[in-house]
């Protein structure tokens, strides 16, 4: 049995796991979702079976993350109306989409867990059935009823001031 070094598996699905954390929590909660994943991964990461598909463990670990993070959220005495956007210092993608993420916001829970989780992490319907529950053909309903509403959402906020 080979194991692979742990850096690796930062290296490879990091942007991935990042992808979903914002899009599931947003900008501003995201990087720290996105540590604490990486963090309980690393501890678990010995007993993880070697024919484990890494991909959804770790979109796996990040969901329980994000909800982590959502309930923390929920409890803060200081409510925002607006999150302020913040530009990367990580060396992470720049060109974050404030207009992408306040669409994806609107989209109820599991439509944006759905999506996020099949379109930015490409997990099958089954495994995202699996970590946001209900069945395989919930979860494909929940994606497709998101992009369809991100289409004409999006679509819209971005063909506003002339550009499509």
């Not at 990042?18 to 909660?29: K, Q």
């Not at 890494?54 to 994000?66: C, G, P, S």
Request: charged content about 25%.
């Amino acid at each position: 049995m080979k194991v692979r070094p742990f850096e690796q598996i930062v290296d490879e699905y990091g942007p991935m796991v990042l992808r979903v954390c914002r899009a599931v929590l947003g900008p501003a909660d995201a990087e720290d979702a996105w540590s604490e994943t990486f963090l309980a991964a690393l501890r678990a990461y010995p007993e993880l079976a070697e024919d484990a598909n890494v991909e959804a463990w770790l979109v796996t670990i990040a969901h329980r993350k994000a909800v982590d993070v959502t309930r923390a959220t929920a409890r803060r005495p200081v409510v925002v109306a607006r999150l302020p956007e913040r530009p990367s210092t990580a060396g992470r993608p720049e060109d974050w989409d404030g207009d992408l993420w306040a669409a994806l916001s609107a989209l109820p829970t599991k439509q944006r867990m759905a999506v996020a989780y099949h379109y930015l992490a490409g997990l099958p319907y089954a495994e995202i059935a699996e970590i946001i529950g209900g069945s395989t053909d919930a979860a494909r309903r929940a994606a497709a009823d998101g992009i369809k509403t991100l289409r004409a959402t999006y679509r819209r906020a971005t063909s506003v001031g002339g550009e499509a």
